[in-house]
């Protein structure tokens, strides 16, 4: 969840709390896009939207113009704040108008950041289908951004009631928007190349491309090969599976993080839950941080309610990162080469 939302998937289950919503747009004059597409195709209503965007949810219809689409609806409590629409791919026309990512806000909710909060979401789901999504209008985002930020400076002691953290979506900060993340793949082999060469030069060593090694898989390809087995499976015996994410920026890899579903022995001394690592290039910029947290979301979906964390306690960056996500301190432990790491829990629901 960002900004105290959460997202469900249009259903007959959530008909009243749609049916309010769409009843909010009309009457504020904006209507519903959505709804309009619709009512023009042969699904009228509130039930009609239901059907019909369960139904581009699970096939396209090119001959009417439309692609593959997810629909959600946004949350706060019960009470549906706007709605959230997914294209998988883009026609030409949805590349001038439209984009990957389409949301809306119920007009008595504007103002609050939840358009961050939806968009961001959007590009969440986007990088964890392999898509690198464009929104409708990022200048109009942008603004939404900066008029939250002049909100919040206009609120002073005796002046106004500072929002609480909870009641606006998290800024997205520098350049943020332009940041994905996505599964590793063959398509980021040059970018995986450039990026583990520089950790290389730097560190001396990568751990997850030594352990590619020692399992057969020599060269980037092979690394890439590796950690998409372990996602995908089989998985060779004795280890756990894994999802590996790239951090990109228009097409750079800044860092990347992995996702254990399992435990052994001995990451509960050296790996933990999550492993991350920032290319050296692109520390202290606040990417270690925000790929932590969207671990955390991604064990929290598939049912881990807490993450054990180990951190050598002689990397200060790396202990300040997990500081900052709400860890709590469980031990320390040897562990090889004479190091010490401490180790922490991290709950990982309610991100945001």
């Known amino acids: 969840m ?19 919503l769409l009843a909010d747009y009309r009457r504020s004059g904006d209507g519903s896009g959505a709804e309009a597409s619709a009512t023009r195709n042969g699904y009228p209503g509130t039930d009609g939207y239901i059907e019909f965007w369960s139904r581009i949810a699970c096939e396209a219809w090119p ?11 946004a949350f706060r409590g019960e009470r549906a704040i706007g709605d959230l629409r997914l294209r998988r791919t883009l026609t030409p026309d949805l590349e001038r108008d439209g984009g990957n990512i389409g949301y809306a806000v119920r007009a008595s909710e504007r103002g609050k950041g939840y ?12 990088a964890e289908i392999g898509i690198r999504a464009s ?10 951004v900066a008029t939250r930020r002049r909100e919040v400076r206009r609120c002073r002691p005796g002046r106004c009631r500072r929002r609480r953290r909870s009641d606006v979506a998290p800024d997205l900060g520098r350049d943020r928007i332009f940041v994905t993340l996505e599964p ?4 980021m082999r040059d970018s995986l190349a450039s990026f583990l060469d520089e950790m290389l030069a730097r560190d001396g060593a990568h751990p997850p491309l030594e352990f590619a090694r020692l399992n057969g898989y020599d060269g980037v390809e092979g690394y890439i090969t590796f950690w998409r087995l372990l996602a995908e499976g089989p998985l060779p015996a004795g280890i756990v599976r894994t999802d590996t994410f790239v951090l990109l920026r228009d097409g750079r890899a800044l860092g990347e993080v992995r996702v254990r579903h399992g435990l052994t022995p001995r990451l509960e001394i050296d790996g933990g839950t999550i492993g991350y690592g920032v290319r050296p290039s692109e520390r202290g910029n606040g990417y270690a941080t925000q790929m932590l947290r969207a671990a955390l979301v991604r064990l929290n979906e598939i049912g881990i309610a807490r993450a054990l964390i180990t951190v050598n306690v002689t990397n200060a960056p790396s202990l300040r990162v997990v500081e900052k996500n709400g860890a709590v301190v469980r031990d320390e432990v040897p562990a090889d080469a004479g190091a010490v790491h401490r180790r922490f829990w991290i709950d990982t629901g309610g991100r945001t």
């Open 184 to 187: 590793i793949s063959p398509l």
């Open 2 to 20: 960002y900004g105290a939302l959460r997202f469900e998937p249009v259903s007959a289950q959530i008909g009243d709390a749609l049916e309010d």
């Open 135 to 144: 929104a409708a209008d990022d200048r109009d985002h942008e603004r939404r």
């Open 115 to 126: 358009a961050t909060a939806m968009l961001r979401e959007g590009l969440r789901r986007a």
């Open 63 to 73: 001959e009417r113009g439309f692609v593959r689409t997810d629909t959600l609806i």
